[in-house]
């Protein structure tokens, strides 16, 4: 399975921005999709996940403005994002899990600025 992130651009303080995982090969349906995201300088931390059974977790600081969700037949997982702030500026990146075995993308940026 390989994943390759898109959507990411720069955006406005309060604006919206959708970015989007795609995953080749089979099986999409078997692993666990999250987000995570680094800042320069900063460590990668994690952002969202929803599980095979479709549950959700986010960490506080998302929480009420970005959602996670899954289109299995499309083998894609979307994170929409409101309320961006110049915190969210950071390198998203799609990670795909199961059995122990842990793929990441490549990563998008998301810049937040005036």
């Known amino acids: 399975v390989m994943l390759g992130e898109s959507g990411g651009g720069s955006v406005q303080p309060g604006g919206s921005l959708t970015v989007s995982c795609a995953t080749s090969?089979?099986?999409?349906?078997?692993?666990?999709m999250s987000w995570y995201r680094q800042a320069p300088g900063k460590h990668r931390e994690f952002v969202a996940s929803i599980m095979r059974n479709g549950d959700k977790r986010y960490a506080d600081f998302v929480k009420g403005r970005f959602t996670i969700s899954r289109d299995n037949p499309r083998n894609t997982v979307i994170l929409q994002m409101n309320g961006l702030n110049s915190e969210d500026s950071a390198d998203y990146y799609c990670?795909?899990?199961?059995?122990?075995?842990?793929?990441w993308g490549q990563g998008t940026q998301v810049i937040v600025s005036s």
């Open positions: 090969g089979r099986d999409f349906e078997i692993y666990d």
């Open positions: 990670k795909a899990q199961t059995a122990g075995i842990n793929l």
